[in-house]
């Protein structure tokens, strides 16, 4: 059953049985991110991230891309403005980059990228920052960021390295070339290659597969997991610690005890 729904925006966000799914929605630019666009994705990040009826997060791409990454005629505009305006609103949006990726990869809850097409610079990055990544066979990834002159800033330099490894992810940034789903599934750049028609569908039922367990153990447990090749074993176990006199008192804990107790009681 959906229960909530928006449509005619360059992001749509609907929610069916507990999974929100947000669509890119600028088909005629390959969904590339517009200063409009990022707002609306903050938002919409943040509005997921807040909702406890919302149990996980689909992103996928309206049309035949998944994200083209930066708007290139935002970008023209720009190199007219005045020099001092230009390193300032950069370093603003910037930030606003920096925030969308930091909700998408600290979300409470798990996210998919259901990557339908094309995913370049932004994009890329963008699906590498949610936790796993679904790819059509139509799909294709490029850190395409050199061909512009520029570097990975939507967290690239961050989370491809921890997928691939140093050394590959340092030639695809260098080289910036295309990889194919099948590719990008053997070095471990994407998780799972499914046939076009069944991709957000079998995003949505792995979503659902997910969250299925403790909402409070899952958040928990993404929040040290993140952060674990930053830290060391002993400062993880002292998180895990107190993670888990968290999970004592959680009603699903409590729920669970109770419920195994009572099957136990009816199988003696």
Not at 9 to 27: F, H, K, M, Q
Not at 186 to 195: C, E, H, K, L
Not at 235 to 247: K, T
Request: with cysteine.
């Amino acid at each position: 059953m959906t229960i909530s729904q928006e449509t005619s925006t360059p992001i749509e966000l609907a929610v069916v049985d507990g999974i929100a799914t947000l669509t890119l929605n600028r088909p005629e630019a390959r969904n590339a991110i517009s200063d409009a666009m990022r707002s609306l994705l903050i938002e919409h990040l943040e509005q997921i991230a807040a909702d406890p009826a919302i149990k996980a997060l689909v992103v996928t791409g309206a049309g035949k891309g998944f994200c083209a990454g930066g708007d290139i005629k935002g970008m023209q505009a720009r190199m007219s403005a005045p020099a001092g305006s230009v390193a300032f609103n950069g370093w603003k949006r910037q930030q606003r980059v920096h925030h969308a990726v930091s909700l998408l990869h600290n979300m409470p809850k798990p996210t998919i990228a259901a990557v339908n097409g094309a995913a370049t610079g932004l994009g890329c990055d963008m699906a590498l920052s949610c936790d796993f990544i679904i790819a059509s066979e139509q799909a294709s990834f490029a850190m395409s960021y050199i061909a512009r002159g520029l570097i990975p800033d939507g967290g690239g330099l961050y989370f491809l390295p921890r997928r691939v490894g140093l050394p590959k992810a340092k030639e695809l940034i260098f080289s910036g070339r295309m990889v194919a789903p099948q590719e990008a599934q053997q070095i471990g750049m994407i998780d799972r290659v499914v046939p076009h028609d069944s991709l957000l569908p079998a995003a949505q039922d792995w979503a659902l597969q997910l969250s299925a367990g403790s909402a409070t153990a899952l958040a928990l447990s993404k929040s040290i997991l993140n952060n674990s090749f930053e830290l060391t074993q002993g400062q993880i176990s002292a998180m895990g610690s107190q993670a888990q006199g968290i999970c004592y008192t959680s009603s699903e804990h409590q729920e669970s005890v109770a419920a195994f107790l009572a099957r136990k009681a009816q199988r003696s």
